[in-house]
């Protein structure tokens, strides 16, 4: 939480405005859970997920945000899992804080799973719920590193 802290602070001092949806937990452990917010810029709209204090949303909002999302850069993001390199892979490893010693291993694992991720964010067949699906995955991913 930290870190989406510093990140929605330095935004706000580069002054774009922005919009932040996440979800604090109801917990009562000292549990960290995986969560996905999903920031609104002035210049686009920027999934960010990552270990924290919070978690996935299941509004439908968030799921056709996260549709736009996937829509608005399905170029660099079908490229980004294909190759495992480019501006999705880059954004998605620091908005996941994924340490630099494992990037190669978290690229890997999405690449491996090319196949299952390019179908759900498939701009012919993408809803809001394929694309919330997506982005389960992907924190699925970055949690078994």
Do not use: H, W
């Not at 996905?36 to 996935?56: H, N, P, Q, R």
């Amino acid at each position: 939480m930290k870190n989406l802290c510093n990140l929605v602070i330095a935004m706000l001092i580069m002054g774009n405005s922005l919009t932040v949806s996440a979800q604090q937990p109801e917990q009562s452990t000292n549990d960290t859970l995986l969560g996905l917010g999903l920031l609104t810029t002035t210049t686009g709209l920027i999934a960010l997920a990552g270990v924290g204090s919070y978690k996935i949303s299941s509004n439908n909002n968030n799921a056709a945000q996260q549709q736009a999302y996937l829509k608005a850069n399905q170029l660099d993001v079908m490229e980004g899992l294909a190759t495992g390199n480019g501006k999705f892979i880059d954004d998605l490893s620091v908005a996941l804080n994924v340490p630099e010693k494992t990037v190669a291993a978290f690229t890997g694992r999405l690449t491996a799973r090319y196949e299952e991720l390019a179908s759900l964010a498939d701009a012919t067949t993408l809803t809001p719920e394929r694309a919330e699906r997506f982005f389960q995955a992907v924190i699925e991913i970055r949690a078994s590193i």
